[in-house]
């Protein structure tokens, strides 16, 4: 984090260029240490808002990158109170600050009580075992929907299970990840996109260095791949780095705007993968896809 801040500051010193700030500095920034854009913005705004006393947290390693982001989201008053009772985990954290809301009396039906009765029941019981006690609110079961050729995954994602297109996508999805050592929001949503198509998958390392984590938008001129596949890779790429990769360098300008429109939302998605692609966009951005 403190290499970002410090690069934040030297990088438009370096180049002279006063006016390398925003994306354009992140993306910079993101070269420099090897991260994806959103590692660098979550430690940028990490630095910038979290407290004195949760840097020292952070700093003493009692709390994960992921952790001191959630923390440097709330105001200055909960962040104290959040460590002086030494809540560490973003799910301790969630159960405590989520147990100070308070409990509407009026107009309570009957739908409602149980879960004024929970937040009653949290209130009393000790600090240190919150989390032990929260459960989520019950949700009405809802009828399995068919969908051909799709299997669950056993694990979790945001409190829902991530929807695989076959068993070899699950089982890739996961041995890949396990290859990085942070995989953060926007590495999950390349791989879960790149291990889509086994014809991605089975030759990872000709679509993505994961030794420099740079995506290699030449394998877009690979005449094996479908358009399904080429969809996959483009959406891969879009949501690791947020950028429209071009792999041509264009005279015309009216030429590079065509391929710049092969990324839009009407032509990545009129694909069998369409589905997938969604759980995607949820598993890089889902603080807005809930």
């Known amino acids: 984090m403190m290499q970002v801040v410090r690069l934040k500051e030297l990088l438009p010193k370096i180049n002279k260029d006063e006016t390398l700030k925003g994306r354009i500095l992140r993306k910079e920034i993101a070269l420099s240490t090897k991260r994806s854009e959103s590692t660098v913005q979550n430690l940028m705004f990490t630095a910038k808002h979290l407290s004195e006393d949760g ?3 952070f700093k003493g390693e009692k709390l994960t990158p992921a952790a001191a982001l959630y923390l440097a989201k709330q105001s200055k008053e909960d962040q104290k109170d959040l460590i002086q009772k030494e809540f560490f985990t973003v799910s301790a954290m969630k159960g405590y600050l989520s147990s100070k809301k308070p409990v509407q009396q009026s107009s309570i039906s009957g739908k409602e009580q149980p879960s004024i009765q929970r937040q009653k029941i949290e209130q009393e019981v000790p600090a240190e075992n919150f989390v032990s006690y929260t459960q989520e609110p019950e949700k009405p079961e809802k009828k399995a929907e068919k969908t051909p050729s799709v ?10 299970k991530i929807l695989f297109a076959s068993a070899d996508h699950e089982r890739k999805y996961h041995e890949t990840l396990e290859k990085v050592s942070v995989p953060d929001a926007a590495v999950e949503a390349l791989c879960y996109c790149l ?3 086994p014809n991605i998958r089975d030759g990872l390392e000709n679509f993505f260095d994961f030794h420099t984590m740079q995506p290699k938008p030449e394998c877009l001129k690979n005449d094996a791949l479908t358009e399904d596949d080429e969809k996959a890779i483009k ?8 950028d429209t990769p071009t792999i041509n360098n264009y005279e015309d300008s009216n030429n590079q705007v065509k391929e710049c429109k092969s990324y839009t939302v009407t032509d990545l998605f009129c694909s069998s993968y369409a589905p997938y692609f969604w759980q995607a966009i949820q598993i890089r951005y889902p603080e807005y896809t809930k």
């Not at 299997?151 to 829902?160: C, D, N």
């Open 55 to 57: 840097m020292l947290a």
């Open 151 to 160: 299997t669950q995954s056993s694990k979790t994602f945001s409190k829902e």
């Open 195 to 197: 291990c889509l198509s």
């Open 235 to 242: 959406i891969a790429f879009n949501l690791f780095s947020g």
